[in-house]
């Protein structure tokens, strides 16, 4: 798995979104972003994830970042997702594998002694030079979101 490291130019991406839109780090040029990985839409952990980050999405727009959530799930698993929990951040499918590969969250995972290929729940800020400032690996997801608006604030 390849690692992103912080300083680093990231990785360039294209992707639907929930909603039949399209999210691209081109379109993103001259602002900060928050890229996190997650594993599968609907899932406890993920749903709290994407609820921790959604709380805050108007903190984040005030401090000028863009959110994003990247799983593998197909575009209408993510419309049913977000309409169910009521998200606010945009979820963006990588159903191709390309761009969670790229980022080095696509990997080799371990669950009651069964090993399989999956996402790891990673996330990434990223300025509006393209340039990863904070990798957060192996997420835990309680209090994460906060901790990622405080890194925004701070670039």
């Known amino acids: 798995m390849t690692e992103i490291a912080e300083g680093a130019k990231a990785p360039a991406f294209d992707m639907e979104t929930a909603g039949g839109g399209r999210v691209s780090s081109a379109s993103l040029t001259g602002r900060p972003y928050v890229l ?3 594993p599968k839409a609907d899932t406890p952990g993920c749903t ?32 049913r997702f977000r309409d169910k929990y009521d998200l606010k951040v945009a979820l963006a499918s990588d159903e191709a594998g390309s761009v969670t590969e790229a ?9 009651y002694g069964r090993t399989y290929m999956g996402v790891e729940r990673a996330t990434f800020l990223v300025d509006g030079q393209g340039v990863v400032r904070r990798a957060w690996r192996r997420v835990s997801v309680k209090g994460h979101a906060s901790e990622v608006l405080a890194a925004v604030r701070a670039l």
């Open 36 to 38: 996190y990985f997650y």
């Open 48 to 79: 709290a994830e994407g609820q921790d980050f959604s709380a805050l999405i108007g903190e984040f727009e005030a401090a000028g970042a863009t959110v994003i959530g990247v799983s593998r799930d197909p575009v209408r698993r993510l419309d």
């Open 103 to 111: 980022w080095g969250v696509w990997g080799e995972k371990k669950l």
